[in-house]
T-cell receptor, first 111, second 112 residues
C-alpha cells in the first residue's frame, strides 16, 4: 500500500462546477496535510494546508480532513479553466517529519 | 523574497559524466529537501536536511548520488557517474520548521 494514494484521473468537470479531489493516507500518526497544484512544466505550488479534523476554507478552495477515516479532500468551487492542473496531496509523516506526496490527480475544467 | 533558486534550469549530459545540481533555499528556512519527479514514480524524496545536517537520505537511489549542505544558503546534489535512468526533473524545496514546502523551479536533467 502506498503511503499517500490519489486517483490519477483525469477528472473532468465543466466550468462553474465543483471539483472534488480525494486522497487517503496510511500513517495514522500523520499530523499535517497539504494540497499542492502543479501546472504542466512548472513546480508544485502550495494552495492549502490543514491540521485539524473538519473543513478549512480559503476563497474557492475548501480542504476537508477526516483523521478517523484517514481521508483528505479538496473542493474547488466555481471551477475555472485556469484550475486545470495536477493536484498533489502531501502528508507529513508523524515520526520523521517528511512530506510524502501522492501521485497527483489531473483536473481538466472544460469551458 | 526570490524564493528557492535552483540552477541550472536544464542540463543535458552524456552517460558517465558527473552532474551537479545547485539550490539556494529561502532565507530563514531551516529545512531543505531534494525531490525527483518522473511520470512513472511521481515526486520522490531523495534527502532532506535540518539546520544543514542530513537527516534522512533513505530515498537516495544509489551511491552514485550524494548531497551536501555546507551552509544555510546553499546545497548541492551530485550524480557521478550519471546514467540515462537518472533523467528526471529534480526539485529543491525549503520550509520553516513544520511549515509547508516552497519549491524551486526545478532542474530538468537529460542523460543521453
Amino acid at each position: 500500500q502506498k503511503e499517500v494514494e490519489q486517483n490519477s484521473g483525469p477528472l473532468s468537470v465543466p466550468e462553474g462546477a465543483i471539483a472534488s479531489l480525494n486522497c487517503t493516507y496510511s500513517d495514522r500518526g500523520s499530523q499535517s496535510f497539504f494540497w499542492y497544484r502543479q501546472y504542466s512544466g512548472k513546480s508544485p505550488e502550495l494552495i492549502m494546508f490543514i491540521y485539524s479534523n473538519g473543513d478549512k476554507e480559503d476563497g474557492r478552495f475548501t480542504a476537508q480532513l477526516n483523521k478517523a477515516s484517514q481521508y483528505v479532500s479538496l473542493l474547488i468551487r466555481d471551477s475555472q479553466p485556469s484550475d486545470s492542473a495536477t493536484y498533489l496531496c502531501a502528508v507529513r509523516n508523524g515520526n520523521t517529519g517528511k512530506l510524502i506526496f501522492g501521485q497527483g490527480t489531473t483536473l481538466q475544467v472544460k469551458p | 523574497d526570490a524564493g528557492v533558486i535552483q540552477s541550472p534550469r536544464h542540463e543535458v549530459t552524456e552517460m558517465g559524466q558527473e552532474v551537479t545540481l545547485r539550490c539556494k533555499p529561502i532565507s530563514g528556512h531551516n529545512s531543505l529537501f531534494w525531490y525527483r519527479q518522473t511520470m512513472m514514480r511521481g515526486l520522490e524524496l531523495l534527502i532532506y536536511f535540518n539546520n544543514n545536517v542530513p537527516i534522512d537520505d533513505s530515498g537516495m537511489p544509489e551511491d552514485r548520488f550524494s548531497a551536501k549542505m555546507p551552509n544555510a544558503s546553499f546545497s548541492t546534489l551530485k550524480i557521478q557517474p550519471s546514467e540515462p535512468r537518472d533523467s528526471a526533473v529534480y526539485f529543491c524545496a525549503s520550509s520553516p520548521q513544520g511549515g509547508g514546502y516552497t519549491f524551486g523551479s526545478g532542474t530538468r536533467l537529460t542523460v543521453v
